[in-house]
């Protein structure tokens, strides 16, 4: 006994350091279940429209914060399945600088257009008009759901959740009968080696946790002057600071897999997320005082920590350098 | 009072003071921004041979350059969102003018002189509305704001003179942001890029749109050849496996349009930083830092690859291609290479 615990700690003292992540661990335990589980809590939400499509019915708010919540924590692995046919797009049209979303739902429902009625006709209207933020406008914005005519107002919200759920289908579909093969199985056209994997997952990683710091919480910080509370995400249904947190926790699942467990990352994303649990303030109203601002700030500056964190001490392992030109975008 | 576009053509009619010409620096071929060792930016004169002639200080990161066509002036643009760009005596490094970007406008940190260098054009955002707009500066007195007019689209990015000197042509990337989101791209799935065709006082002469399965293909970079073929790079905003070219070479007027197939989002990391056009007309490069290659064509024919990485700024020789690299390095495509220590910014600009 004593021999092999001996054994043992030999083995955990040689050098691992430029282990590989495991892809398929990635693949299975993160991707696969993440993408599966939005399917299944779309499909609820749809069922739920089609057996009660009042706006404020408990039921169907419920289902709405369930699948949204799911989307969230996927919402960083933007590539393959969910890319396809702008499917992820049609999920999630957010931001919406000009305020494509309610003009696009407005135009439909003044004009009563029966594209509402087939699921297929569905699926060719404008992405600003489906998807998660716009069942929100549909559900919780009363110039939507105190609007005139109930009856189209009800076959809209059962349209919009019902090509929610295709399309999360889709994606998970995508992903299980075909793209996962791609990322476990590399040596095709899509991933030559199991390094673009792992880049791929680097990539997504890093956008993820961008798109939290500069437009969940830079979009409605604005200016110092001039700051924007009313373009916080999701605020009509209360999820803005939700959002963050779960993409936080989404994001982290997949950083320490990635980084083979580095706890140096696990403490960045402890404390930024630690750092959003003190906000207590889950549509930003704050960012309109310069103190409540600071605070949304020190957030957002935790969350470009961990970024630089995993620039530094996961990327170069992965052979991704940070170029001044690679890395500058424009 | 004149209206705009009379005052604009008075403005190219007028005359030219005689300035320092580019040879009192030493007669660089090249402008680039850099970086330097200690942090501090930087806009380098280059010789032909990739020797430094000048080197002048810059208050913040630059992207790419102007070098005025006939004195000795160059403008550095600060990289975007940007709102100054500084126009600098390269005799003396002193500054001589500072454009500042009217309120609610930023640079892209492009723009390009009139043939005459009486004008310079600047590439612009008016973030409110997203829309691109062109700065009209007269050289001539102080490098004054005279006017802008429309880019004929968002987000325009790279601006070319055509080689008739009367038309400009303008890479609307169709991307929008905000300066308060930094470069957060607010319009992914509705973006629309274009390549736009103006005239000096803002008439819109001709677009290209590209096909619909390259909605989220973003032109942003141009070279225009003797003949008036123009190079355009893009920049893919989709997924990285997508089979699509980021290159293009268009004919204005008779709308011929060719796409290098090989310059493919795959082959690059769905990324083109810079491209350049040969002084025969017909040959191209144009370079990936992502992919860390630079590639050449004979029009829109595959002859040639060089990995080095970082690489960006391209520029045309009388033999051929010169690049740049993020690790300082000034190398002519057919061998010879300079080091500096100065991590060379995105663009290599011709004088």
Known sequence: MRYIFLATLVFAASPLAAEDPDIGAIVERHVLPGYATLAAESANLADSAEADCTAGNPTLTDAYHSAFDDWISVS??????????????????????????????????????????????????????????????????????????????????????????????????????????????????????????????????????????????????????????????????????????????????????????????????????????????????????????????????????????????????????????????? | MPNRRSFIAGMLAAGLVPKPTW?????????????????????????????????????????????????????????????????????????????????????????????????????????????????????????????????????????????DERSLVVANGGIETHPETGRTKLNLPTMQSNLSYVSLDGELLEQLRLDRDQQKNSIRHLAVSGQGAVAFAMQWQGDLAADLPLLGLHQARSGHLELAEQASVRRLNGYLGSVAVAKDGLHVAATSPRAGVVQNFAGVALVGETSLTDVCGVAATNAGFIVTSGQGLVRHLSGQTKSHNIAWDNHLIAI
């Open chain 1, 76 to 330: 960083h692995l933007r590539f393959g399945p969910s890319e396809r046919d702008d499917r992820a797009f049609a999920l999630a049209f957010w931001p919406d600088p000009r305020g494509s979303t309610p003009k696009a739902l407005m135009g439909l429902i003044r004009d009563e257009d029966p594209v509402v009625l087939n699921p297929s006709d569905f699926a060719t209207v404008s992405v600003a008009a489906r998807g998660f933020y716009a069942l929100e406008f549909l559900l919780f914005d009363p110039q939507f759901s105190d609007a005139g005519n109930p009856p189209y107002l009800c076959n809209l919200i059962k349209a919009v959740t019902a090509d929610i759920a295709a399309n999360a289908e889709a994606i998970s579909d995508g992903w299980q009968t075909e793209y996962a093969a791609l990322m476990l199985n590399p040596g095709n056209d899509t991933y030559r080696t199991q390094t673009e994997a792992a880049q791929q997952f680097f990539t997504a990683l890093s956008t993820g946790l961008e798109f939290t710091s500069q437009t969940r919480l830079a979009r409605p910080m604005g200016s110092f002057d001039r700051p924007r509370p009313n373009r916080a995400e999701a605020r009509r249904s209360e999820r803005s600071l939700r959002h963050v947190s779960l993409s936080l926790e989404g994001t982290r699942a997949l950083a320490m897999m990635i980084s083979n467990g580095n706890p140096e990352v696990g403490t960045a994303f402890e404390a930024a997320l630690q750092r959003a649990a003190d906000l207590d303030d889950p549509v930003f109203a704050g960012v309109a005082e310069p103190r409540g601002r600071f605070r949304v700030e020190a957030l957002q500056q935790s969350i470009d920590g961990i970024r630089d964190l995993l620039a530094l001490e996961v990327g170069p392992d992965l052979g991704i350098a940070a170029g001044f030109n690679s890395l500058d975008g424009d």
């Open chain 2, 23 to 163: 040879a009192d620096v030493g007669s660089p071929a090249f402008l680039s921004a850099g970086m330097k060792q200690d942090g501090a930016y930087v806009l380098c004169g280059l010789s032909a041979e990739g020797q430094i002639t000048f080197e002048l200080k810059l208050p913040a990161r630059g992207h790419a350059a102007a070098g005025h066509p006939k004195v000795a002036q160059a403008v550095a643009f600060a990289r975007r969102p940007g709102t100054y760009a500084i126009v600098l005596d390269c005799v003396s490094g002193r500054q001589i003018a500072r454009l500042s970007a009217p309120p609610g406008r930023h640079f892209y940190g492009h723009g390009v002189f009139s043939a005459d260098g009486d004008l310079l054009f600047t590439t612009e955002n008016e973030f409110e509305a997203a829309r691109g707009r062109i700065g009209v500066w007269n050289a001539q007195n102080d490098y004054e704001r005279i006017g802008e007019f429309s880019s004929g689209g968002i987000g325009p990015h790279d601006i070319k003179l055509m080689p």
